[in-house]
């Protein structure tokens, strides 16, 4: 079980709609890459829900520099460079330039506390459904990633699937790759909570409470959530008929939790 002893709430999502909270959620997927049109989410929310929408006419985010992938994605933060220039939060393949250029937005960008999300996959081979955190990237090597889930579609069963759960260094020295896809005994077509918990020198996730990996390292950085549903294609048409769609990833909460004393702290949490 998770101890949340050390921790108090900070960011309680249960999306109870009917807009998302603009206070917390920027509804495009790293603009900066591609423009905010060809990266806006697709989703409706209300009632309790998230629900993350590829639909049949939905354009490529970037197909320039990542073929046909069709993303709808959230993100708690974003920044770039000017247009034309390099600089850009997450640096995925190599010659990337700004098309768009994005000013700073820091809405939830925490160094280390307890992060979790509770959601159902698609079953979907072509889908992927993702809960991460990113570096904000305020100097280019702060850019570790922490995945506290991501489930691909060809990895759903009916009772059972693979959960990969890790750490990416990207550009950050200082981490290197730690990251294993998990065998659990559930079915993920329903809903079901992971987590992750994010201190000094280590992270821990969990499914459902249980712990199911330990790293020990950890970015020490502040970093931003992305909550995100992919497509994977081979080219311009949709992957499945056109009576699969919309794919939708059903999200019914989102927490962050900060610790009370220590590194990641509010400063009046410290005693005296």
Same mark, same amino acid.
């Given at each position: 079980m998770i101890d949340r002893s050390g921790y108090e709430l900070e960011v309680d999502e249960a999306f109870g709609g009917p807009d998302l909270d603009d206070r917390l959620w920027l509804p495009n997927y790293l603009p900066h890459w591609s423009s905010r049109e060809a990266t806006r989410a697709r989703y409706d929310v209300g009632g309790g829900q998230l629900r993350l929408r590829i639909?049949?006419? $939905?354009?490529?985010?970037?197909?320039?520099?990542?073929?046909?992938?069709?993303?709808?994605?959230? $993100?708690?933060? $974003?920044?770039?460079?000017?247009v034309g220039s390099r600089s850009g939060q997450l640096q995925f393949t190599d010659g990337l330039i700004v098309r768009e250029a994005r000013p700073v937005e820091a809405l939830y960008t925490p160094t280390y506390g307890l992060f979790e999300v509770r959601l159902a996959a698609i079953p979907d081979p072509a889908n992927m459904v993702a809960l991460w955190m990113i570096?904000?990237?305020?100097?280019p090597e702060r850019s570790g990633e922490i995945c506290i889930c991501e489930i691909f579609g060809r990895d759903v069963g009916t009772n059972s699937a693979r959960i990969g759960v890790g750490i990416h260094p990207w550009a950050d020295p200082a981490l290197r790759e730690d990251f294993d896809q998990v065998a659990v005994e559930i079915d993920v077509r329903g809903s079901h909570w992971y987590a992750a918990e994010w201190r000094p020198g280590s992270v821990r996730f969990y499914i459902d409470e249980q712990l199911v990996k330990v790293v020990d390292q950890a970015p020490a950085y502040p970093m931003q959530s992305m909550l995100t549903l992919y497509e994977f294609g081979t080219g311009p048409e949709p992957v499945s008929p056109a009576t699969a769609y919309p794919k939708v990833a059903v999200i019914e909460r989102f927490r962050g939790w900060r610790p009370i004393y220590g590194p990641g702290a509010r400063e009046a949490a410290f005693p005296g």
């Open positions: 639909d049949a006419d $939905q354009p490529p985010w970037n197909p320039e520099k990542d073929g046909w992938i069709r993303v709808s994605g959230l $993100q708690t933060g $974003q920044s770039s460079g000017p570096g904000f990237e305020d100097r």
